[in-house]
């Protein structure tokens, strides 16, 4: 998702017998839904977890505005335009929560700019695609804030105070995002042959990274296991991406496109559609860096933040000197 | 040079005649720059009509250590809600 395969740092999940009193307590108080807030007493892996996952899930927000940011300019018409920068702007807001969020837990906003900026904590592997068409902007609205939002509900309910207030203030937003993306579909699609083509072009492209979003299988992961036990991870990856399928079939349906699966189809014994197999090794080397815009995605942060150093410094000095001069006339 | 601004913890007073709530943190070097962040940060969709900044050095909280010491007072003076004192059917008004 917006965070992938967090470590937490654990090899196995411990159990009651293994854990110290306050443990035990930290874990009694998860069970009962008593949310865990920054300064009580929590254990070193899971404060080291969730500043992995929050940082992850800001950093993904940042990166993601520049696939958009890349249409602004370009946008068909003024109101695309507006409402286009107004959704880039929600997700710069969304960084800035998170962001928030982890420095609670005594993270600094600098040291983690550095993680990012040294590759060393990654961003979610969907905004290492191009957006190559105007179909893409509706694409990218429709599934990928639409697998947002599967992933973000649930974590309204995390044990994390912080980390839960965020999401809310985020789901409230994202659900703009993922309509204005399909308003872009239908435009597309009730207009004229080439529209539509391209309408199809973009879903052929963004379909299976879309799915990848949720991360590796369950199959065997300790990670998912602790994150699970310490309700920082609410629904396994597979049984949300499951919930995705079944929602957009039906949404790609009524645009007239067709899902690029040959395996798809709906299972009545299931009640769920059957889909294919996921491509994981293109998965693991878009997370190793090799991804189509890796590089550039990294290299534009940089570049942003490091042409911006001058400015952070001349803003401080500033508010120095005013404020030195006014305890100077007090 | 990698000297970080300071933190500051936001409140936002909505429309409906509610208390300033705490809505979130941002950094910026001073309460002027604070305050117009905010703006774009926590009220870009109508949230607020009013915004407080405090420099999150300057709150001062009370510790999770002291929670039983200072709440659990409370706890045993059920008499202090009203709901302590049934009152017959048959009173109206109160």
């Known amino acids: ?330 | 040079m990698s000297s970080e601004w300071p933190l500051w913890e936001i409140f936002i007073r909505s429309q409906h005649g509610l208390a300033h709530k705490h809505v979130g943190s941002l950094h910026a070097v001073d309460a002027q720059m604070a305050i117009r962040n905010a703006r774009d940060v926590y009220t870009r969709r109508n949230e607020g009509i009013s915004i407080w900044v405090a420099r999150s050095a300057d709150i001062h909280a009370s510790s999770p250590g002291d929670k039983e010491a200072l709440f659990e007072p409370s706890n045993d003076k059920v008499y202090r809600h009203p709901t302590f004192f049934p009152m017959p059917d048959d009173v109206k008004h109160i």
């Open chain 1, 1 to 330: 998702m917006y965070a992938q395969m967090v470590d937490t740092g654990v090899a196995k999940v411990r159990d009651v017998a293994e854990m110290t009193q306050e443990e035990r307590a930290f874990q009694d108080r998860i069970d009962a839904d008593v949310k865990v807030e920054p300064k009580d007493w929590m254990p070193d892996a899971y404060r080291r977890t969730l500043i992995r996952q929050i940082q992850q899930h800001a950093h993904s927000e940042i990166v993601g505005m520049l696939p958009e940011g890349n249409w602004i300019t370009r946008a068909p018409s003024l109101q695309r335009k507006a409402t286009l920068m107004a959704k880039v702007q929600d997700e710069g807001g969304h960084g800035l929560y998170l962001y928030c969020a982890a420095e609670t837990l005594g993270v600094s906003r600098d040291a983690m700019v550095a993680d990012l900026h040294a590759g060393k904590v990654k961003y979610s592997s969907i905004f290492n695609y191009p957006t190559l068409t105007w179909a893409d902007i509706g694409t990218i609205g429709w599934l990928v804030d639409g697998a947002a939002i599967m992933n973000q509900i649930p974590l309204c309910r995390c044990s994390f105070g912080p980390y839960a207030r965020a999401m809310i203030r985020v789901c409230k937003e994202e659900s703009f995002h993922q309509r204005q993306g399909y308003d872009i579909m239908l435009a597309l699609c009730r207009g004229t042959p080439e529209q539509k083509v391209m309408a199809q072009d973009a879903l052929n492209r963004w379909w299976w990274p879309s799915l990848m979003m949720f991360g590796p299988p369950d199959a065997a992961s300790v990670h998912s296991a602790q994150s699970a036990r310490w309700k920082i991870k609410l629904l396994s990856n597979d049984e949300l991406r499951q919930r995705f399928v079944d929602q957009t079939v039906p949404q790609a349906d009524y645009l007239g496109l067709k899902v690029p699966d040959d395996r798809l189809a709906w299972s009545a014994e299931r009640g769920h559609y059957d889909f294919g197999e996921i491509d994981w090794q293109e998965f693991h080397e878009v997370i190793k860096g090799n991804g189509p815009c890796n590089r550039e995605r990294m290299q534009t942060r940089i570049k942003a933040w490091e042409d911006g150093a001058w400015v952070r410094e001349a803003a401080l000095a500033h508010a120095e000197k005013h404020a030195a001069r006014e305890r100077q006339a007090a």
